[in-house]
């Protein structure tokens, strides 16, 4: 099976507190993988990190079959390679019916123009 995502050597340290040390995690496409550990453990810095939010001190982020690096793409740039997310602290549009917001969290065309 193909690697999908690929992480290596990730460390990342806040203000010397190492959240992250020496991180290696792989997964292929069509796998499906829990990622767990006590409060604290890292597990949100590291989707930080492959995500684009977090930038670790040390290590690789491979994506795709072109095991593109995601370390030197934006957040928005990695949002449009595939790589989706959903955060610890659910939020939704209340305005909107429960319908609306799983279509708003659909991949598709954002622009405002109907082109
Ligand atoms: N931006 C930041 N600045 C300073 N410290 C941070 C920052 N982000 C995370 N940390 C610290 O890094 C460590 C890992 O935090 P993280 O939020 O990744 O853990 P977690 O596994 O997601 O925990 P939880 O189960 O509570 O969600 C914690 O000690 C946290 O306080
Ligand atoms: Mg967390």
Redesign the pocket.
Known sequence: MSTLLEVSGVSVS??G?K??NNLTFQIGEAEMRAVI????????????IVTGK?RPDEGRVLWGEKSQSLLSMSESQIAQAGVGRKF?RPTVFEDQTVAENLMLALKKKRSPLPF
Not at 37 to 48: H, I, L, Q, R, V
């Open positions: 806040f203000d507190f959240a992250i550990g006590p409060n604290g453990a890292g597990k949100t810095t590291f989707m930080d977090t610890q």
